[in-house]
């Protein structure tokens, strides 16, 4: 299996890709960068669906709410599963503010 797009919430993808014995154990790279405590909501339009913005009246894309405890549980969820999935020689690159 490779080269394919899952959509969806990370943490189901994860979970199904930890449960993959063609995949599991054998990730070499992931790259995430997950919402850091903006304390906004994000969202986009028909018209401009390859950008989330945080302009009124689009669908919502995501909530980035989540502060202190709610978000270390958060995080620590996904990367445990990220682990799993890693190889031995695997890289996390984690993204977490906004520079």
Known sequence: ????????????TLEYLKNKKEISGKVRLVYIDPPFGTKQNFTFSGDRF???SRMNGG???YSDTL??????????????L??????DDGSIYLHIDDK
């Open 50 to 52: 390859s950008t989330i």
């Open 82 to 87: 990220i682990y799993d999935i890693l190889s």
């Open 67 to 80: 502060s202190e405890g709610d978000y270390l549980k958060f995080l620590n969820s996904r990367l445990t």
């Open 59 to 61: 669908r919502l894309a």
């Open 1 to 12: 299996m490779k080269n394919f797009l899952i959509r969806g919430d990370n943490y189901d």
